[in-house]
């Protein structure tokens, strides 16, 4: 088995681009403990249109991947291609997730993609200092829920914001 260590990012390389080249200015700058592994880096796919050539390499991705993070924007719940692929992947997998909800949203709201609405799954807004808190602790969090046999959406409480400073 490979060693996970990265960190899987799945999101609308359409409409959402920006927040994650601003999650890897994140990382350049300031330390933001974040291994990408970007489903949108595929230069190296010699027929690189073909759905299923591309879902090959990023089924070697997920094999180092230690969680998955979902950039949630307005059309992501309808992306039944590669980013519905890439959730079902990861739930599969046991690979804890992270929601990121681009509209600021602290919860679960009615841009979440159907694959993941009723999963064990947390959701933050797009900020930093909670996302960052999310990757450090959801992985054990979500191995306890897990455990205990509990499903769906989980969120952090006010308590946690504020002690961010958010």
Not at 18 to 43: C, I, P, Q, V
Not at 134 to 153: Q, R, S, Y
Request: aromatic share 12%; charged share 25%.
């Amino acid at each position: 088995m490979a060693y996970r260590n990265k960190t899987y990012i799945a999101f609308d390389g359409d409409e959402d681009m920006d927040y994650y080249r601003l999650m890897t200015a994140w990382k350049a700058h300031d330390g933001f403990s974040l291994e990408f592994n970007n489903a949108h880096d595929l230069n190296t796919a010699r027929d690189s249109s073909q759905a299923e050539s591309i879902k090959r390499q990023l089924r070697v991705r997920f094999a180092n991947s230690k969680l998955l993070i979902v950039l949630i924007g307005e059309k992501t719940r309808f992306l039944t291609k590669f980013v519905q692929w890439e959730m079902e992947v990861a739930l599969s997998l046991g690979l804890p997730i992270i929601a990121v909800n681009l509209n600021g949203s602290r919860s679960k709201d009615n841009l979440c993609p159907p694959t993941i609405r009723d999963e064990l799954v947390i959701f933050v807004p797009f900020k930093h200092d909670i996302i960052e808190y999310a990757m450090d602790h959801w992985p054990n969090e979500h191995k306890l829920h897990k455990g205990a046999g509990k499903t769906g959406a989980f969120h952090y409480t006010d308590a946690v914001y504020k002690n961010l400073g958010l």
